[in-house]
């Protein structure tokens, strides 16, 4: 049973603050990895995809990838009261990879 | 484009009622895929399906059925609806035309179930 946990939070910052969402995965064979933010009452929005180790950049967000450590995270930088949302990391599973694979999500407050 | 559009938005059933949940997307994507998430849960697979014609299980697909006669729709169709139904059912589509490896998933609105 191929597996994504998510730190379980929630998790609370300040306005400005740096947020830090982490995730692990099972499956070794594992090669696309995503973070979806998804709003109260709506459905999950794409926000990163990375591919490759090391660090992603887009905006306030970065996308880390340690494949031997089977472990990918989401930092935000000058977190928003907007950024307040649940995020959930999503793994394409193993050869097939059209298939992802979702944690159960992190819920980030960010308090004004 | 629309994306990827799901109807209706909020249904109530009794138990052991059947209904269709319809979803289209006009991005002419080949996969499409049906989660339902349950309260601080994430998305389970359902159904999905890498073409016209071709639909496989997901992780859950008991009490569930779907078809696949056209690239834009993929409706899921629920028979003898259960209280273990109540969920919000998301549809989904991703294309690999481009590189396989960039398989990143576009939702539609949801569908709001109620079972009772």
């Known amino acids: 049973q191929k597996e994504v946990e998510q730190n379980s939070g929630p998790l609370s910052v300040p306005e400005g603050a740096i947020a830090s969402l982490n995730c692990t995965y099972s499956?070794?064979?594992?090669?696309?990895f995503f973070w979806y933010r998804q709003y109260s009452g709506k459905s999950p929005e794409l926000i990163m995809s990375?591919?490759?180790?090391g660090d992603k950049e887009d905006g306030r967000f970065t996308a880390q990838l340690n494949k031997a450590s089977q472990y990918v995270s989401l930092l935000i930088r000058d977190s928003q009261p907007s950024d307040s949302a649940t995020y959930l990391c999503?793994?394409?599973?193993?050869?097939?990879?059209?298939?992802?694979?979702f944690g159960k999500g992190t819920l980030l407050t960010v308090n004004p | 484009n629309a994306g990827v559009t799901q109807t209706p938005k909020f249904r109530i059933l009794k138990i052991g009622q059947s209904m269709t949940l319809q979803c289209t997307q006009d991005?002419?994507?080949?996969?499409m895929y049906w989660y339902r998430q349950d309260p601080g849960m994430g998305l389970k697979l359902i159904y999905y399906?890498?073409?016209?014609?071709?639909?496989d299980k997901g992780e859950v697909p008991n009490g569930y059925n779907v078809s696949r006669s056209t690239t834009e729709d993929f409706p899921l169709r629920l028979e003898l609806a259960a209280p273990s139904q109540t969920s919000v059912y998301f549809c989904?589509?991703?294309?690999?035309?481009?590189?396989?490896?960039?398989?990143?998933?576009?939702f539609g609105p949801g569908t709001r179930l109620t079972v009772l």
């Open positions: 989904a589509s991703s294309s690999h035309k481009r590189d396989p490896l960039h398989n990143e998933q576009f």
């Open positions: 499956d070794r064979v594992s090669q696309s």
């Open positions: 990375i591919y490759s180790n």
């Open positions: 999503a793994v394409g599973s193993g050869g097939s990879n059209y298939k992802l694979t």
């Open positions: 991005m002419n994507h080949n996969y």
């Open positions: 399906s890498v073409g016209a014609g071709i639909t």
